[in-house]
Every structure is written in structure tokens, then in C-alpha cells.
């Protein structure tokens, strides 16, 4: 069942992005597809409903997530349609969702707190879009999170505060992406992973592959094809396998900061600035003060001066140490 006021809807979101602010975009679309009654079950009108709690909205079309979702939508399915960007809260309303299907929807843009409001998500799956980047903290507050799928898209980086710590994370799919390696601490925040998939990707094996060799090497379980990865940069190492390189390979590499040591060497950087400088100040005035006082002490152990002697050689002693008694002379 589609709804015409979909189909009648223009095409270019991106568009609709720049010229309307979200709140009343997604009143219209909330509008647009008034929940229908369907059984007990809450259904965007644009959608399928079936008792189990899944809404199948696939193959409609649809530019944006459908309105009327509520708390007995278990699985929604939107893949194959044309939403091109996610603007916060997209989902909110329906906090049960366990499953979200976005695949082949042309996705570019994902706001960081698009998914906000999912915390019992435990399938989501984000494959062949065109994502380029992820805002820190995408995924974060997904904490029920056990299957993410990446694949299929255009992320040539991947960090881990996109991420975050994600306790029951055990399936990742990363495959055919754009990426050349992946940054220490992503794999270390995702402690119950047994599935991933990095196969697709130009690897370049220099230093920044380091991490993700060392992780493969100690975790083969999750990764069985990584025997089969093979780095495409540089010249001298196109197709070697990604498991060929012992840890020694990467000695030459500097040992890099791990975040929380970049936080301190940042800290102390102003910190020691600022009190190198106080101790330089208060160095400098204790020094003037005792140079004040040795001068004030010799000026009154001095004799008092008498007026200076028409002759050369009547110049005493004391006088002739003086530079100024020197000029004078
Ligand atoms: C969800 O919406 C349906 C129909 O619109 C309604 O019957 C149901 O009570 C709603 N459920 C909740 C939990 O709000
Ligand atoms: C969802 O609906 C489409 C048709 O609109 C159908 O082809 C597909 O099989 C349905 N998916 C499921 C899981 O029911």
C-alpha cells in the first residue's frame, strides 16, 4: 500500500534540508502518514504492519522515516527507499525497535543524535548507502547494539568515538568501504566481538595499519578471512597479506600517544608553561633584590668620597678599581 501524498512528494531532500528546519519537517512528514489502525498495531500509513511488530515500509519510495511509529514497532524495515539524511531524534517514538533496516536508501548524512532514543537496538543495518563520515558519538547510546553493518559505503575513516564503547557489539561489518586502516582503540572499546568483516577495503600497510595487524594477529577467531586481506599501497608491499606482518614489522614505528596520554601532554603543556614562567619571574625578582642589596651593603661599606684630586696620581686606590672613577680620570 503507498500513500500518494509520498509519491507525490519531490524528490530532492537535500533541498528540503536547506529550506525547512526539522521540527516542522517532521510535523509534515508526521502528517503525511498518519498512523493507521492495522489490528492493535501502530502502522505508518506508507507501510505494511504484521502482528509480530514489524512495520515493512521497503521499496515505498519513501525521502524520510515515516511518521506514526510508536512503542509496538518492534522491527521496522525502510531499505530501498530514498532517505537521504537522518536529522535527529529520526526515530523517536519508537524506543522499543529492536531491528532497523536502512540499507540501499542513498544515506548520506546522519545526524550524531539520529538514532538517540533506540536503547534497546539490537540489529541495525546501514549497508550499501553512501555515508562518507561519522559525527562523534553515532552509535554511542546504542548500548543493546549486537549487529552493525557498515558495509558497502564510503568511509575511508572510521573513529572510534563514532563508535563508542559498545558492550555487546558482536558482529561489524565494514566490508567495501573506502578504508586504509583503523584507528588504535576502535577494536580495543568492542570487547564482545566475534564477527567482522574488513574484506573490500584499499589497506595501506604502513604504521597506521599497526593496530588492526596487532588486533588480527591476537583475536583470528573474529577475522577468519583476514588471511585473505591484502594490502594494495605501497608499491613494495601490494599483496601482502594483512597477517604477514609480525609485530616486529612495525618497530621503525614510532610508538603512538594513546589518547588519554595526548589529554595529559596537552594539560601539562600550559600547566609547565605557566610555571616555568612564574618561576622565572620569581627567580629573576630575587635576584634583582640581592643584586639591590649587595650594592646598597658595598655602597655604605664605601668610604665617602672625596672630591676628586687636580693631579693624576693623587688618585687613590679604591678610585681607580671604579670604571666610572677611570672615565672620570
Ligand atoms: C500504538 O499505536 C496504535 C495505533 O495507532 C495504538 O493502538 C497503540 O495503543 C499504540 N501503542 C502505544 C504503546 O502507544
Ligand atoms: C515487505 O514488503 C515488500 C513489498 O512491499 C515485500 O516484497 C517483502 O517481501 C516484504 N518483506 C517482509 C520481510 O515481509
Known amino acids: 500500500m503507498r500513500s500518494p501524498s509520498f509519491l507525490s512528494w519531490p524528490p530532492p531532500p537535500l533541498l528540503l534540508l536547506l529550506l525547512s528546519p526539522w521540527p516542522v519537517w517532521a510535523q509534515a512528514s ?3 502518514a ?4 492495522r489490528g492493535d498495531l501502530a502502522c505508518p500509513e506508507a507501510c505494511a504492519c504484521a502482528p509480530g511488530g514489524q512495520a515493512n515500509c521497503s521499496r515505498r519510495e519513501l525521502p524520510a522515516v515515516p511518521g506514526g511509529l510508536n512503542w509496538s514497532v518492534l522491527a521496522l524495515l525502510l531499505d530501498h527507499n530514498r532517505v537521504r539524511a537522518l536529522p535527529p531524534g529520526a526515530f523517536v517514538g519508537a524506543g522499543a525497535l529492536l531491528r532497523l533496516d ?22 541495525l543495518d546501514l549497508s550499501a548507502n553512501q555515508l562518507e563520515a561519522l559525527a562523534p558519538g553515532t552509535f554511542a547510546r546504542l548500548r543493546a547494539l549486537r549487529a552493525l553493518s557498515l558495509a558497502g559505503n564510503r568511509l575511508a575513516r572510521l573513529e572510534p568515538a563514532a563508535l563508542g564503547a559498545l558492550p555487546l557489539l558482536h558482529e561489524l561489518s565494514l566490508q567495501d568501504n573506502q578504508l586504509s586502516a583503523l584507528p588504535p582503540g576502535l577494536l580495543t572499546c568492542l570487547p564482545a566481538l566475534n564477527a567482522l568483516r574488513l574484506r573490500g577495503n584499499p589497506w595501506a600497510c604502513g604504521c597506521a595499519l599497526r593496530p588492526l595487524c596487532i588486533w588480527l594477529r591476537r583475536h583470528p577467531r573474529p577475522a577468519p578471512e583476514a588471511e585473505t586481506l591484502l594490502c594494495v599501497s605501497p608499491g613494495n608491499l601490494v599483496l601482502s597479506p594483512l597477517t604477514a606482518f609480525p609485530d616486529a614489522a612495525f618497530n621503525h ?3 603512538s600517544l ?6 595529559v601532554v596537552y594539560a601539562l603543556g600550559p600547566v609547565s608553561f605557566l610555571a616555568s614562567l612564574a618561576a622565572c619571574l620569581a627567580l629573576g625578582t630575587m635576584i634583582t633584590a640581592c643584586r639591590t642589596r649587595r ?10 668620597r672625596r672630591p676628586p684630586d687636580p693631579g693624576p696620581c693623587s688618585a687613590s686606590l679604591a678610585d681607580t678599581g671604579s670604571p666610572a672613577a677611570a672615565a672620570q680620570a
Do not use: T
Open 102 to 123: 536502512l540499507r540501499d536508501n542513498g544515506l548520506r548524512w546522519m545526524h550524531a543524535r539520529a538514532f538517540w532514543g533506540l536503547g534497546a537496538l539490537q540489529h
Open 295 to 304: 650594592r646598597r651593603l658595598a655602597a655604605a661599606r664605601r668610604p665617602p
Open 253 to 255: 614505528c614510532a610508538q
Open 34 to 37: 498518519p498512523s493507521g489502525a
Open 30 to 32: 508526521a502528517a503525511a
Open 258 to 263: 594513546a589518547p588519554r596520554d595526548l589529554a
